[in-house]
């Protein structure tokens, strides 16, 4: 990993899905050609493509390879390996290589997050994860959030600058992977899940529509795209695929995530729910998917709190508070001295201090208090007391009423109450590292059996591991594509209500969460 | 024109056929769009896709266009024109205008030869020849013949500067004929018929193979190439055909002179013959196409007689000897001052020697002269008598005889007699310029009905004209070079017993020639 202090959002195994049937971007095959002679004097361009037509319809050979391909095969006694790639409904020849090297072939599933960045290096020949590498996408010194990130993009240069700066991280994090350029040759294809934003400047594609009203993405399904044209350190022709996205909300780390969750083949209604810089919500089953989206703001991410920090070394990650004498226990990241308070380190504090009664249904510490202290100045790397505020509790109430209520929404819309929800999937790091049991006692997540609370891990970077190896999956993407119906959250005035009613602990409606109990 | 001097061989309206069905190599397409409201929030690059998708199947968008399309389709208030190019079983988007443009749609049908390259404007909207231009290929300076050519494209940095010539001679006639950039950014699509090599070396490829045994080029069939990756000055992604070869030394130009001829469509047996600084002889009808090259010599273009020359200003390009006087009576081109004798001078001054009894029938001069006054040295533009050698007729008779023996040759081997013979096709300068009566005379043209005898003029750029503009010109063009079988003459020993015997005049066989009679 580049980046040590990034923790990236691992693949769950619960849901790491054995694909029975491995069709990826691209395939080689090792082709046996016959040496020029006088009876068989075909061109060898038109000889190869006429073998690869045995199997693969309507083969196209770019003039690079045209170029390279007479002395290749002479060189290689007419033994050669072609990798073609899918385009349309054609394949086109993209490399070409002296033996038989069937058996290395290698594809990169990137999840490109806001945040963070995660390339996982997989083996095409068995789909299985070789090595992954994460670091923070250099676009953050650019703005931490989408909406900075838009508006820098609309500045003169801004666009190119921040389409360099995520290539930039990716292709270091690729040579983390691959650090011989032979090696990163052999990488043939590319799936990316990201939100639409992240798509659009990956791509160097103006945002500047995505945040004014219709909110209008340039491209939802951008087909694909050789590396080299976006500026990827691997085989310049290897075809770069990305998940779907819906609209300017809705992109294809969502697509992604209900994929692998499979809520989409389920006869059960279930709830999908992905918090981080942004958030996106989705409900439903085999028949029918909603969504809504929304910017979450950086609660969970360490970014309003008085000491919130990302979930670094240092972070508190645990805490609990003993009721009777107040004394609070807790962890940090790596045992390093506290720093601050990450997300679950938050989500920890506020359940205790709810549990404890130190902070009401309202979440309002008692008259006279303004805040808690949970790590004492002595004991931080800080110097001075590491303390949740009154303003702290505030602003993530604000995020989780927000969930709230745009869970409540959909339900409505839909006709489906809460009894009928069968499953709860949470992504990303929102789903990876908070507390299961302080999660619900907040109301954060639902309070379902936990059995069917699903943790996915990062389902965009194993949705993208899966198209990359499926074509069944890439036509399973675009149809959930197809098939969700969108709220606009910002035009609902029932969402705007529902809202401003949904800032109690654990929920307005106390029966949805029958099993938290006051201490 | 950008070389004043260059006589570019013209589209021969005898065979300048009217398609009756336009489907260029790229069509245009105009488009109302829908504004984006809340009510339609597709992505734009989606929605002009699904609209071009109701005429076109599998529409694929470049990141190039997906870049630049939307802040085009809102400039323009949602009325756009697209271009669309016929890309394997699927159609790629290659240039998107504000307004509609439907009606400028330009292309060219270019013919590269291996001495002089001509380039033909067409309105793709109505087929029509809108202009042409025509230089010498700038790769004359690294040598005259395909050979040297090859040979030098071999040298270190050989085939770059091969390549880098002709796509300069390209671009400069590009220029001459649409000076603005902003109109070869219209041109569109790109036909063109060349030889193999002229080919390899437009394309960048390697020629080695060609001219070493099994003969195997790199490539017969190329496909469509994008504009900018050979460096023609039109716009970048406008779809480059090439007429398809058959084999080293019978390419696209020859695959177009056939097609033009419409040979192949016919139940009596054709010849067709084109003798430039190669030659290539085909036979065939509806059912059967057989066909053999060779290096014909420049014996046509003036390289070997003592005073031959291009067909430039003071070439002698007519000639006629009186019988009783011996006095020579001669044009020059431009009637500028004679400076030498161009092939269609040579031909005329063969057939006046032979019909005069001057030379005999092998072709030989009466004991004792050497060589015979054309021009006298006060009319030259040299001071010197201009003059034919015995040396030069010898090498004459080379490339006759060749040609004589190569045509039967063909016939045997398909049981063909001279009789069966219903049409002779000359193309380019050999059936442009030669004076028939002198050809057929010396034996060059066979002795057929003179309305029998039809000169194609530039088919190569006739043919590259028709499957520019037309999809079903395109496949019958590949299925005729399926169709022809090539007869190998360097390999065949009857080839080489039937030459050395038929250096005669008119030919071996003086009952093919009922209409030539000695003075």
Partial sequence: MTNPQVKPVILSEQVQTTLTTLE?????????????????NRADVDQVRQMLERSCDNVSVPLSLMRKLPSLCRGADWKVTATLA???????????????????????????GTTTVVVYLIDLC?????????????????????????????????????????????NRLIKDLCPLPRETQKITAVAIGANTTMIHLLLGLNPASICRDPYTPSVNNPG??????????????????????????LGGDVIGGILVSGMHKKADVSLFVDIGTNGEIVMGNEDW????????GPALEGGVTAFGMRAEPGAVDHVSIDKATGQVEYTTLDNKPARGICGSGLVDTLAELFLDGIIDRNAHF?????????????????????????????????????????????????GCDWQGLSQFYAAGAFGQYLPIESAITIGLY??????????????????????????SK???????????????????????EKFRGSKFLPHTDLARYPSVKIR
Avoid at 143 to 153: F, P, V, W
Avoid at 289 to 296: I, K, T, W
Avoid at 450 to 465: F, K, P, Q, T, Y
Wanted: with cysteine; glycine share 8%; charged share 20%.
């Fill in 289 to 296: 998917l909603v969504a809504c989206a929304g910017a979450a």
């Fill in 126 to 170: 068995d789909g299985k994860v070789l090595n992954h590498a994460a670091a923070y996408n250099a676009q953050i010194i650019m703005g931490e959030d989408i909406l900075t990130r838009i508006r820098q993009a609309l500045e003169p240069g801004g666009l190119d600058r921040l389409q360099k700066a995520v290539v930039e991280t990716l």
């Fill in 366 to 414: 008692e008259k006279g208090r303004e805040s808690y202290v949970i790590v004492p100045a002595k004991e931080t790397a800080l110097g001075e007391d590491i303390v949740v505020t009154q303003i702290d509790i505030n602003n993530f109430m604000a995020t989780k009423g927000a969930v709230n209520a745009a869970t409540d929404l959909l339900m409505e819309n839909v």
């Fill in 224 to 249: 694909l795209i050789p590396a080299d044209e976006i500026g990827l350190d691997i085989n310049p022709l290897a075809p770069v695929y990305c998940l779907p996205s819906i609209g300017s909300y």
């Fill in 24 to 40: 990826p971007l691209t395939r080689k095959v090792f082709l046996s050609l016959t040496p020029p002679s006088p009876r068989d």
């Fill in 446 to 471: 639902p309070d379902l059996p936990r059995s069917s609370i699903v943790r996915l891990g990062n389902s965009s970077g194993e949705a993208a591991r899966q198209v990359l190896l499926s074509r």
């Fill in 86 to 112: 899918e385009i349309g409904k054609g394949w086109k020849l993209i490399e070409l290589e002296p033996g038989d090297t069937t058996n290395e072939q290698f594809g990169l599933a990137i999840d490109i």
């Fill in 474 to 496: 890439r036509m399973e993407a675009e149809a959930i594509a197809a098939k969700v119906t969108y709220f606009e959250l910002n035009a609902n005035t029932t969402f705007m």
